[in-house]
């Protein structure tokens, strides 16, 4: 792993976490991973906007949004032309032990600097998936926020990268798709793109619904529903998404190719110049 360019806890240079912070005791907090590229944040507003979403679920209380804000402004000025920032926010040091939190804990924000780690060329002609054995439990609670707790993910992640795949497939305890491991997942079908929910579990990705919004100005039909594996299967063409790689293309889930369309790479080219 590349090692930070800079990290700041409460806006203080340094990498040290107290032990304390119910952050690594319980997962208690939020995170959310944004792409600098040449000084500016893309897709700022929506980032914090799913963080503050998440603080109101877990009921965290967070008054330090201006103080991220410049957290974040200092961070991009320090960035090189392509760098990854990662924001997490923790409920903060445990007032008292055991999971239920005293109430009126002061939250933590850790914010780190990273350079932009390559991804694999192979991707631009499409990526590998691995339909993964784990599957999501459900809690609508939990469902759309970035929360800490991602257990699920990493071992899915981990058995994806065993069998060579650059991301899994997730799917509900039900049978249900509902994304990748790091990504969110459409299909195409006659050119009208279905992606999962993601109301019971699985994440609200970022780049998700700015491929939701962005299809409107390209004339492009998207609808949200519930999708199982067979409808992956017979569809036209897949692609994945996240904040960090955009629009890629799907080549093979499992044993399964598909065709390589042009839904994707349209999609691609047009959400490419996009910062809001």
């Known amino acids: 792993m590349s090692a930070a360019l800079g990290c700041w806890i409460d806006g203080v240079s340094g990498g040290a976490v107290p032990a304390d912070d119910r952050g690594l005791h319980y997962g208690d907090g939020l995170f959310e991973t944004l792409r600098i590229r040449s000084g500016t944040v893309r897709f700022l507003e929506a980032h914090l906007a799913r963080l503050a979403l998440g603080c109101e679920r877990l009921r965290i209380s967070f008054a330090a949004m201006p103080e991220l804000r410049a957290d974040i402004a200092a961070a991009a000025r320090l960035a090189p032309p392509q760098a990854v920032l990662k924001v997490i926010v923790t409920r903060g040091s445990a007032i008292r032990r055991g999971y239920a939190p005293a109430g009126h804990e002061i939250a933590r924000r850790v914010v780190s600097l990273w350079p932009e780690t390559a991804v694999p060329a192979a991707i631009d002609e499409g990526a590998e998936l691995h339909v993964s054995s784990i599957r999501l439990a459900e809690n609508p609670a939990l469902a759309g926020i970035k929360h800490l707790s991602r257990i699920e993910n990493v071992m899915a992640a981990r058995e994806a990268a065993g069998r060579g795949a650059f991301d899994a497939v997730l799917l509900d305890a039900s049978g249900r798709l509902i994304s990748g491991a790091m990504t969110n997942l459409f299909i195409v079908r006659t050119g009208t793109l279905l992606t999962p929910r993601v109301d019971l579990c699985g994440v609200a990705g970022i780049m998700r619904a700015i491929v939701i919004r962005e299809c409107a100005a390209l004339g492009i039909r998207v609808s949200e529903g519930?999708?199982?594996?067979?409808?992956?299967?017979?569809?036209?063409?897949?692609?994945?998404?996240?904040?960090?790689?955009?629009?890629?293309?799907?080549?093979?889930?499992?044993?399964?190719?598909?065709?390589?369309?042009d839904v994707a790479r349209q999609l691609r080219a047009h959400l490419e110049p996009l910062d809001a």
């Open 226 to 261: 519930r999708v199982g594996l067979q409808e992956l299967f017979a569809a036209d063409e897949a692609f994945i998404t996240n904040a960090r790689i955009g629009v890629v293309p799907v080549r093979r889930v499992g044993e399964h190719s598909f065709q390589m369309n």
